[in-house]
């Protein structure tokens, strides 16, 4: 996905070399002015500042998913069971922070089915940079799939320091968002459930 092609705030790649013989790829990609929204949250001393903020967290969030998914990014068999098999896989060969009771719970209690969209795969407040209180980029975008997009909303409200501690945080990015569309069940099997594996 380029900037060509969407008017998500996504950086340019300025040059791309693939190593086949080598399978490896490497990407220059355009600097992005700012600052971790983390970082800007945590200094915003002004309660409507932050809340703006919060509000435009949400609303970004909905613009991607609501952009056209590129090809490159759709994989040959539904999200959620080819991430429950990487979540396996994971588990077998790294350390991870779950186990098999819980990996066989996430494979046997799935969420309900839901439209498919593009999403980010690691939607948080450390992969989206704003500058003067402006949105400028988010980065990060190599779990980037055709997949559901109530993963990117549960990864985005998890609490942390001075950032969706409370449910004043959630209820404002919700807002930008358009709408709550996930529940405590749907949060808990994406963060500490299927999560735990990755």
């Not at 703006?52 to 970004?60: A, D, I, P, R, V």
């Not at 539904?78 to 186990?99: C, M």
């Amino acid at each position: 996905m380029t900037n060509e092609t969407t008017k998500l705030p996504i950086p340019k790649v300025k040059k791309f070399v693939e190593q086949k013989s080598q399978r490896e790829s490497w990407a220059l990609i355009e600097f992005l002015e700012g600052e971790t929204l983390r970082t800007a949250l945590y200094n915003e001393k002004n309660k409507e500042k932050r809340q703006e903020l919060l509000f435009n967290f949400g609303n970004l969030l909905s613009q991607l998913h609501s952009t056209s998914c590129p090809n490159e990014l759709m994989y040959e068999r539904q999200w959620l069971d080819e991430l429950l098999y990487q979540a396996e896989y994971n588990l077998k060969n790294y350390k991870v922070d779950g186990t098999e009771e819980l990996l066989e719970r996430i494979k046997t209690n799935k969420p309900n089915v839901y439209k498919q969209t593009l999403i980010h795969g690691d939607f948080t407040i450390d992969n989206v940079l704003v500058s003067d209180g402006v949105i400028t980029g988010v980065i990060d975008w190599s779990a980037g799939a055709y997949g559901d997009p109530r993963y990117d909303l549960s990864l985005a409200m998890r609490p942390k320091p001075n950032a969706f501690e409370n449910e004043t945080d959630k209820h404002i990015f919700f807002e930008g968002y358009g709408g709550k569309v996930i529940d405590k069940n749907v949060y808990d099997y994406f963060v500490n459930g299927l999560n735990e594996f990755f």
